[in-house]
C-alpha cells in the first residue's frame, strides 16, 4: 500500500512540473547564462586550490549581532563545468558582561555564492545581479636550493591568497591554499 502512496505522489510531482532534477539543470543553465561569455562547454579539470578558512564581517545593525563571524563550514559543490557552489555556514558567540556557566549563544548565518573559476588568474563570484571579479595572481613560488656547484634541487611551493568581496552589509574574506 504505501508503495502506491509514492507512485500517486511521484506522478503527481511530474504532472505538476514539479521534478528536484529538473530544478538543478534550470539553475545551472541560468547561471551559465550570467557567466555568458566565460564558459565553456568542455569539462574542465577539479579546481586547484581549496578554501582553508575565512571569516565574514556581518553589519546587521545591532551591536550585539554585528562583527567578525567565524566560518565554521565551507563546502564548494560543481553546478556547471566552470561554476561552482560556496556554501559557507558562519557563527559568531554572544558577548556577555558578566560570565556564567550557562551554555554560550551563537549567532548563525548561512550564505551561498556562486563563482567562475577555469584554474587560471581570476575568479568570478555572482553578487546579487553583479558579477566581481577577483585576481589570483601568482599561485606558486620556485625555490632553487643549491647543493654545490653542480647538484641543485628544485622546490615549487604553493601559495596562500587571501581573497574578500562584498556583498552588501557583509564582507567575506577567503583564504585559498592552491594544490
Given amino acids: 500500500m504505501p508503495q502506491a502512496k509514492i507512485c500517486v505522489l511521484v506522478t503527481l510531482l511530474l504532472a505538476f ?3 528536484p532534477a529538473g530544478a538543478a539543470d534550470d ?4 547561471l551559465t547564462r550570467f557567466f ?3 564558459t565553456r562547454s568542455l569539462p574542465s ?3 586547484d586550490f581549496q578554501i582553508t578558512a575565512g571569516y565574514a564581517v556581518l553589519r546587521t545593525g545591532k551591536p550585539d549581532s554585528s562583527g567578525r563571524y567565524a566560518m565554521t563550514s565551507i563546502n564548494v ?3 556547471a563545468p566552470d561554476i561552482y557552489r560556496l556554501d559557507l555556514e558562519l557563527e559568531k558567540p554572544l558577548p556577555r558582561d558578566v560570565p556564567t556557566f550557562e551554555q554560550p549563544y551563537f549567532f548563525t548565518e548561512k550564505r551561498t555564492y556562486y563563482f567562475w ?5 581570476r575568479i568570478i563570484f555572482k553578487i546579487g545581479n553583479k558579477k566581481a571579479t577577483l585576481s589570483l595572481g601568482r599561485k606558486e ?21 587571501n581573497l574578500s568581496f562584498d556583498d552588501g552589509t557583509a564582507t567575506i574574506h ?3 591554499k592552491f594544490k
Fill in 117 to 121: 573559476y577555469q584554474n587560471g588568474e
Fill in 174 to 176: 577567503l583564504q585559498l
Fill in 77 to 79: 559543490a560543481r553546478i
Fill in 36 to 38: 555568458k561569455g566565460t
Fill in 27 to 30: 539553475a545551472a543553465q541560468s
Fill in 141 to 161: 613560488v620556485l625555490r632553487v636550493n643549491i647543493h654545490s656547484t653542480d647538484t641543485y634541487t628544485l622546490d615549487r611551493e604553493t601559495m596562500l591568497k
Fill in 45 to 47: 579539470p577539479d579546481i
Fill in 17 to 19: 512540473g514539479i521534478c
